[in-house]
């Protein structure tokens, strides 16, 4: 049976990452901003309200949480490059889905905000040396160093399983 919260497993980093891979995730990221877009524009206000699973956000709320995650993932890619293996700044994700605006704002700003997003983080992932992909940052809740190359999965990962959310939901309503 499919576990809803996570439609394609959790993320597991492979123990070597080659430039393949690290090519195929970056990628995921540079394709992510359209993927979703054409997902869900032709969604109806009452689609976008309706949870991916019971006590699941609403695809907007999976939308907007899309935007402000990756958003906090681009400057954690930036305070690693330019800082000592720095604590980032964790944020509640939960308590930010039940903010006013990531329950009722059009989707069609956090669209637009990946695509900015996605185009800075890809461009300064292409342009990483060996070296920087091996700087790494600390998250303050588990306390586990996160080294920039695994970041990069993390994040193709978190692109593919919250479109994976969304898309299980349109095919089972047989929305799409």
Known sequence: MLDKRYPIGVFSSPSIITEEI???????LEHFPTRLENLVKDL??????????????TLRQVVHHCADSHHHSYIRFKWALTEENPVIKAYNEADWAELFDTK??????????LK???AKLVY???GLSDKDLQKSFVHPETNET???SKN????????NHHYAHINNLLIHNDWK
């Open 116 to 118: 900015a997003v996605h």
């Open 152 to 159: 990069i999965g993390i994040y193709a990962w978190h692109c």
């Open 104 to 113: 009722t704002a059009p989707i069609e700003i956090s669209l637009l905000h």
């Open 146 to 148: 996160v080294v920039l």
């Open 22 to 28: 690290l090519q195929n995730w970056i990628q995921t």
């Open 44 to 57: 109806s206000e009452v689609q976008l309200d309706t949870p991916y699973r019971e006590d699941g956000w």
């Open 124 to 126: 300064l992932l292409k």
